[in-house]
């Protein structure tokens, strides 16, 4: 068997198994798998839960009812928020359940024998959480805040499996009838993790979904990651990586790097370097300025490479006249919301609730300088992999040599921030992978030691 055919095999092995379609209005139940010509999953760091897109043919047949065929959305019928469970499994037998509602259904080509629609879906929690509002008062960590919005059944009341990294600080807010995935994205930036050397340094977490359930993780504590699997991408015609080199768990079908370094001129805009916060105390009338710079924080910061980027010392001032590329202003909040008895509060009416000296800076480099690098890979279907999940990857550098080395700037260890499983019918299925990383040079090692 060539390599070609045996990808295609590998490609081939990935099922969907099921799709099953729940009315509103009976309980009645379809399996439409059959009808599928196009699936797509996807999960994102930048997202708070996973998506599905389902593209099927229907002619008309797929409901039987008083020995009569009629159509899906006829015959169910479909009005959307209906309870679907897919069932999906690669090449290697992993398995995954999805259990999702429907949010759209849109018809994307229509003729007297078939048409064609598009169903997209959502987890539960993201219909839930249009539906709930935060309206009570927190006391405590920011990581504690978050497991209640998710766990309580006054907001998204969710049972699935919680992931969330202890925070560094404390901070009290009312929800002010905000929405749950808003008040918890408000609260990630806000956050500094509980690991040595964070305070003054980094702070910034992100929140998002998986197929194992929610999470909440600092950047850094992802970055610092050991790497769940490692891919290489090269020219041989050993497509299926049948013979790969000892460590490597499989090759790399396609790759391109969409961003090197990005626009400097949008990154200095929104302060991936340096940053100054102006900050007003209305309480006495004092102001304060903070300026932060890359230099300061570099040292204590978990990278996923050797060095964050190294800009021109041009346009690098120092002293008096220090850079900053983008300012923020914020009024001290002190003496809000403190803790406590009357007596209690009164001694505690002149602490800051939130402290922006050693947060608001650094949450906005550090959110900037994890997308420093891109780039997109295409392996086959995969569904061990998650985002959030650290691989590293190798290919060659450009050279005239004939024994080519491995890349030493872009190969090494990368975050996944966009993870697509796509099963076409005709095609088989892949995995499609966008991942970044906030710093240049390849550290660590393919192989497990």
């Known amino acids: 068997m060539t390599s070609k055919q045996t990808v295609l095999r590998k490609v081939k092995e990935v099922n969907i198994a099921q799709c099953i379609i729940e009315s509103n209005v009976d309980g009645g139940q379809v399996d439409i798998v059959d009808y599928i010509t196009d699936f797509s999953y996807y999960e994102s760091i930048l997202e708070p839960t996973i998506r599905t897109n389902i593209v099927y043919v229907d002619t008309g047949r797929a409901i039987k009812k008083d020995k009569s065929t009629q159509s899906l959305i006829d015959g169910l019928p479909l009005y959307t928020t209906e309870y679907v469970n897919i069932k999906i499994s690669d090449s290697n037998d992993i398995k995954l359940n999805i259990e999702q509602y429907i949010t759209s259904i849109v018809p994307v080509g229509q003729s007297i024998k078939k048409s064609v629609v598009t169903l997209d879906l959502v987890s539960e929690e993201g219909i839930i959480n249009l539906t709930a509002a935060v309206n009570e008062r927190f006391d405590g960590k920011n990581s504690e805040h978050v497991k209640k919005i998710l766990t309580d059944k006054k907001y998204l009341g969710t049972e699935k499996k919680l992931d969330i990294e202890e925070v560094e600080n404390n901070f009290c807010f009312i929800g002010n009838n905000k929405r749950p995935f808003y008040t918890i994205l408000t609260l990630a930036k806000k956050s500094i993790p509980n690991i040595q050397g964070a305070k003054q340094n980094t702070a910034g977490y992100l929140f998002f979904e998986t197929s194992e359930g929610f999470k909440f993780k600092s950047i850094d504590s992802l970055l610092d990651q050991e790497k769940k699997k490692s891919f290489i991408y090269n020219e041989t015609p050993d497509g299926a990586g049948e013979n790969l080199p000892s460590g ?78 983008r300012t923020q202003y914020m009024l001290i909040d002190r003496g809000t919301l403190p803790t406590g008895n009357t007596k209690q509060q009164i001694e505690k009416s002149d602490q800051p609730n939130f402290d922006p000296q050693n947060i608001l800076n650094q949450s906005v480099m550090r959110y900037n300088q994890l997308f420093s690098t ?76």
């Open 248 to 325: 490597y768990s499989a090759k790399i079908l396609k790759h391109s790097v969409d961003d090197v370094s990005g626009d400097i001129q949008s990154k200095l805009q929104m302060g991936s370097y340096s940053t100054r916060t102006v900050l007003f105390d209305p309480f006495n009338c004092n102001y304060e300025v903070i300026i932060k710079d890359v230099k300061e924080t570099e040292k204590n910061l978990k990278l996923a490479g050797k060095n964050l980027p190294k800009l021109n010392s041009k346009f690098i001032r120092e002293g008096k006249n220090k850079n900053f590329t």
């Open 374 to 449: 891109k780039t997109q890979i295409t392996i086959i279907a995969d569904f061990s992999l998650h985002a959030g999940d650290i691989i590293f990857i190798d290919s060659p550098e450009l050279s005239n040599k004939d024994n080519k080395e491995l890349n030493k700037q872009f190969g090494g260890k990368y975050l996944i921030c966009d993870l697509c499983h796509s099963i076409r019918k005709s095609e088989g299925g892949y995995t499609e992978l966008t991942l970044v990383r906030d710093s240049f040079g390849k550290t660590g090692s393919f192989t497990n030691n």
